[in-house]
């Protein structure tokens, strides 16, 4: 079945520094979205990529998705203590009725 | 603001009772999804409904069933508890389409 795998699993920053996550499916996507978890909340949409190559900005979070729709990057530049948390990857397939496929998350602890 | 209502926020349960887990939504979406979160494990899907009385097991069904008799509503069942259920759930529901979930606050359920 696919799978879609994210690194790193944890990632520790000095306050200032940029953070980048990854995310890779062992298939084409129709589209991939990203997610936020909050410690001790739930997981918030993020945005949605669609387009090869796409690359969406929302303040300091930059998304990116590759041009063969397999691989995916949420980059953060100049981390702030508000962005601590677990970023989760979703891969979507037309086939697949609407049921993503999420990544094991990246958890983000940011040091003031 | 949209939502999806959880009923319990933490729930303590007994070995061997059935558990019910309710889930609301306000947004008229036809899918709707429970998953499970556990530290290491990410989010795992146990079950899925993409309309009125349909339903898909997801990758962990085993002990669980589900119920959805009218659209915004969705409910978990644990047959017989185990303490193996001790998690957080999630639920979590989208349109069609799916251009992003919403999830809910979410359940801690602690099985004694």
């Known amino acids: 079945g696919q799978q879609v795998m994210q690194i790193p699993q944890y990632q520790h920053v000095q306050e200032g520094e940029d953070f980048t996550t990854y995310c890779n499916s062992s298939?084409?996507?129709?589209?991939i979205q990203w997610y936020k978890q909050r410690p001790g909340g739930h997981p918030v949409f993020l945005i949605q990529?669609?387009?090869?190559?796409e690359v969406k900005k929302q303040k300091r979070l930059t998304f990116q998705f590759g041009e063969a729709k397999k691989n995916s990057s949420l980059h953060i530049t100049a981390t702030q203590t508000t962005d601590v948390g677990t970023y989760f990857c979703?891969?979507?397939?037309?086939?697949?009725?609407?049921?993503?496929?999420f990544g094991d998350g990246t958890t983000l602890t940011v040091k003031p | 603001d949209v939502k999806v209502t959880q009923s319990s926020r933490y729930l303590v349960k007994r070995t061997g009772e059935k558990v019910f887990l309710e889930c609301v939504q306000d947004?008229?979406?036809?899918?709707m999804f429970w998953y499970r979160q556990d530290p290491g494990l990410g989010l795992r899907l146990i079950y899925f409904?993409?309309?009125?009385?349909?339903?898909e097991k997801g990758d962990i069904p085993e002990g669980y069933s589900v119920s959805r008799e009218k659209k915004e509503r969705f409910s978990l069942i644990l047959e017989s508890a185990s303490t193996n259920q001790t998690s957080m759930y999630l639920c979590?529901?989208?349109?069609?389409?799916?251009?992003?979930?919403?999830f809910g606050s979410g359940t801690r359920l602690t099985v004694v």
């Open positions: 979590a529901s989208s349109f069609i389409g799916n251009y992003g979930y919403t």
């Open positions: 298939t084409t996507l129709s589209n």
């Open positions: 990529l669609v387009k090869s190559g």
């Open positions: 979703a891969g979507n397939r037309l086939t697949n009725a609407g049921k993503s496929t």
């Open positions: 947004m008229d979406h036809e899918n």
């Open positions: 409904s993409y309309d009125v009385k349909m339903k």
